[in-house]
């Protein structure tokens, strides 16, 4: 009975996650923005392009955000900086985030997602405005993690690839979920699971302080809560069936089949994914700068460390798409 009671509390404590709210860097008059998307499976992902002024056919950086976020979360001061080097920057949401297409909704999937990824970079080959025989792509998170699956599949066409506290292996991550939450995680992804096709999934926050979330950490409540743009409330949800495909997602494994060179950059102290596996890719990669961030948690590439994080990637984009 107590165990029953413990389960009806969360998940009515589910029904009120929370919204977060944090700002953003202010808009920049370095570049034109166009509105473009693009066609994957049965829908279309939202997208838009960046365009320094003033460059003609420039190479390009391919961006997307991390485990169920958005483009304009933390995505945008990094792709200022981009610009501001000469790059065009594209930037997409998954289907089923933000303005894209695709149902359900809020569905965590990095098998498709890379579907995704691989369809951003054959729609940006064949813009006219950009150089696609130059495109890098750049993931954090989560999409560092598909950054490395989407280079080992589209080998003729990714240049370079900036993989930043990279989630490499569902399983290393699953095994820092803490033990408490853990039943919990399975009962919630099951009643997902057994909804109807033409019911919304069962969803749990994102984050949340001092509670049940999909992603915990000592750093996630207010790491995560800082990428959102001021102003912004969203819907802080994920599908619960995430709990029971990630741990057997490991986009790590594709590191020996990639063409491309990598800089790959771990946080020591990251509290969502150990760093001993992120070292354990890096050996595997052909060609690959590997960076660890003293001291740094899953959060400070966002933060502290931005400015060095991103001189650096710039620094790599500029020696590996150079003509």
């Not at 955000?65 to 790059?87: D, I, K, N, T, Y």
């Not at 691989?118 to 598909?146: M, N, P, T």
């Not at 803490?178 to 969803?203: C, I, N």
């Not at 992120?278 to 933060?303: C, M, N, T, W």
Request: glycine share 8%; proline share 7%.
């Amino acid at each position: 009975m107590n165990k029953l009671l413990t389960i009806a509390l969360a998940a009515l404590a589910l029904q009120a996650a929370p919204t977060l709210r944090a700002q953003t860097a202010a808009p920049s008059s370095t570049h034109t923005t166009e509105p473009l998307g693009f066609h994957c499976q049965d829908a279309t992902c939202d997208g838009e392009l960046w365009m320094p002024r003033g460059a003609v056919k420039p190479p390009v950086i391919v961006m997307a955000h991390g485990f169920g976020a958005q483009r304009s979360w933390g995505l945008p001061r990094f792709a200022e900086r981009f610009v501001q080097a000469g790059f065009a920057v594209y930037l997409f949401d998954y289907r089923g985030f933000g303005a894209s297409g695709g149902a359900p909704r809020g569905v965590v999937d990095g098998r498709e997602q890379v579907k995704d990824w691989e369809a951003a970079v054959d729609f940006v080959h064949g813009l006219s405005q950009v150089d696609g025989k130059r495109i890098g792509i750049w993931g954090s998170s989560y999409s560092g993690g598909s950054v490395l699956a989407t280079a080992a599949r589209r080998p003729a066409l990714v240049k370079a690839v900036s993989s930043q506290v990279p989630f490499v292996s569902g399983w290393s991550s699953a095994l820092q979920f803490p033990l408490k939450y853990q039943p919990l995680a399975f009962w919630y992804a099951l009643r997902d699971l057994l909804r109807g096709k033409d019911e919304e999934p069962y969803y749990v926050p994102i984050v949340a302080k001092d509670a049940f979330a999909a992603l915990v950490c000592p750093e996630c409540w207010e790491g995560y809560g800082k990428l959102v743009p001021k102003g912004s409330e969203p819907l802080n949800r994920v599908a619960a069936r995430v709990f029971l495909d990630l741990p057997f997602y490991s986009p790590g494994s594709s590191a020996a089949d990639i063409q491309a060179p990598v800089l790959l950059m771990a946080a020591e102290k990251d509290g969502l994914i150990p760093v001993e596996g992120v070292r354990r890719v890096a050996r595997k990669i052909k060609q690959v700068e590997y960076v660890e961030l003293k001291g740094a948690d899953h959060f400070s590439p966002y933060d502290a460390l931005f400015d060095s994080v991103a001189g650096q990637q710039v620094a790599f984009f500029r020696k590996q798409l150079a003509r």
